[in-house]
Nanobody
Framework: QVQLVESGGGLVQPGGSLRLSCVASGSLFGGYIMGWYRQAPGTQRELVAVISRPGTTNYADSVKGRFTISRDKAKNTVYLQMNSLKPEDTDVYYC?????????WGQGTQVTVSS
């Protein structure tokens, strides 16, 4: 079993920055993908950014150039640096880990961008 614990959400003004962190623990073996999705009420969860164990990244078009995903393999931690935040980035952000056999989700952390 794998557990994911997120931190770093909150309220920020438009144009501001936040950094999300997610620590994975449990039965982790070999390579796996980690990343972030987000979801607003009544909508489908959507990809924000993912990163493979070797470091290959993939971003949603809406966040390219503003968000940066990174990973500390030794600490089983993934980060999402969010800059130039916009009101439309307001969502619950979920940490994601995929072992290839199964996907795991964190509990979610609220990000609110508002003046």
């Amino acid at each position: 079993q794998v557990q994911l614990v997120e931190s770093g959400g909150g309220l920020v003004q438009p144009g501001g920055s936040l950094r999300l962190s997610c620590v994975a623990s449990g039965s982790l073996f070999g390579g796996y993908i980690m990343g972030w999705y987000r979801q607003a009420p009544g909508t489908q969860r959507e990809l924000v950014a993912v990163i493979s164990r070797p470091g290959t990244t993939n971003y949603a078009d809406s966040v390219k150039g503003r968000f940066t995903i990174s990973r500390d393999k030794a600490k089983n931690t993934v980060y999402l640096q969010m800059n130039s935040l916009k009101p439309e980035d307001t969502d619950v952000y979920y940490c994601y880990l995929n072992t290839g056999a199964r996907a795991y989700w964190g509990q979610g952390t609220q990000v609110t961008v508002s003046s």
